[in-house]
């Protein structure tokens, strides 16, 4: 969620100081206007589908009751489909150069998500059994 609007979960982004960015991101994936909130960087380089199958992700995570989560697993394997359909970026990033985007814009972004996928395929192949590996599937 921060990485698409830019935000910190509690910061406040409206003047009345009674929505956090929680609830404004909720309320904007609910009603299908995440556009509205994304921050400059993700909505200039990615694609709308992209974005809004990603929040719908992170939507999830922000379930109050730890069993309706995703797992790390399914978030990775959600992201990495998404990266597959290549249809988040439109900019790789590795065109975009050091400092172009203030340093700590899209390509930070996309590094985020590389990290993630890569913590994940890291973590389930080096620290479980190939039988608890199966059981996250």
Do not use: Y
């Not at 100081?17 to 200039?44: K, Y």
Request: aromatic letters at 6%; hydrophobic letters at 40%; one cysteine or more.
């Amino acid at each position: 969620m921060e990485l698409l609007i830019g935000r910190r979960p509690f910061s406040f982004i409206s003047t009345d100081n009674e929505s956090t960015a929680i609830s404004r991101f909720l309320e904007a994936v609910e009603s299908n206007r995440i556009e509205e909130i994304l921050d400059p960087q993700v909505s200039e380089h990615c694609k709308i589908e992209a974005v809004t199958v990603v929040a719908q992700v992170a939507r999830r995570c922000l379930f109050w009751k730890g069993r309706l989560r995703p797992t790390m697993k399914e978030v990775a394997m959600e992201l990495e489909s998404v990266r597959k359909s290549e249809m988040p970026v439109t900019v790789a990033a590795d065109e975009v150069e050091d400092g172009e985007d203030g340093g700590g814009g899209f390509s930070t972004i996309v590094d985020d998500f590389r990290r993630i996928l890569t913590v994940d395929r890291s973590f389930t192949s080096s620290s479980l059994s190939s039988r608890e590996s199966t059981s996250l599937l």
